[in-house]
């Protein structure tokens, strides 16, 4: 099964800052990873797909990059719907798997 | 727009079982792969189960597999998954999703909450 792993756990920011998460995998998933959003109650809503790609409708603060078995996922300024949860997710098999999430808390 | 519906979930004893239902509409289901995923309380995101779109291939997360199983109906629009001998740990609010596509990313539903407990 391919792992992934996310770092921060918590990311403590202030409106208008620039924040960079990471996610990797345990092995080569090639540009075959999706950032998902999720605040408290509601149902995860995707950002990015295929590492790189903007869902539509999202706002274009938000970006991804990496292949292989690095990503990170930047917030150009952070706004205040902004904090939430944030999830990675390899789709490189139908077997998908996610990272243990960041959270983005206000400072 | 793309909307998904999940049904079913309830209190159930350890032991039981319980099915769950995900309606479909605003894309072509027939051609859509579809999965099943969870989240127990304050926890993070975990797959549980997928259908290819023609229900020729399905895969099962370790933690369920032999225990439930994911069908579907086209002529419904519909997803199910049937959950048998359910532990404590099965409790989770319980997501359908549809897969990701060329023309954009996964969508999931609103969920539907399922407690194991005594």
Known sequence: DI????????LSASV????????????????WLAWYQQKPGKAPKVLIYKASTLESGVPS????SGSGTEFTLTISSLQPDDFATYYCQQYNSHSWTFGPGTKVEIK | QVQLVESGGGVVQPGGSLRLSCAASGFTFSRSA??????SPGKGL???????????????ADSVKGRFTISRDDSKNTVYLQMNSLRVEDTALYYCAKDHGVGGGSIWGQGTMVTVSS
């Open chain 1, 3 to 10: 792992q992934m792993t996310q770092s921060p756990s918590t």
């Open chain 1, 16 to 31: 208008g800052d620039r924040v960079t998460f990471t996610c990797r995998a345990s092995q080569s998933i090639s540009s």
């Open chain 1, 61 to 64: 603060r938000f970006s991804g």
């Open chain 2, 34 to 39: 579809m999965h099943w995923g969870r989240q």
């Open chain 2, 46 to 60: 975990e797959w549980v189960a997928f259908i290819r779109f023609d229900g020729s291939e399905k895969l099962y």
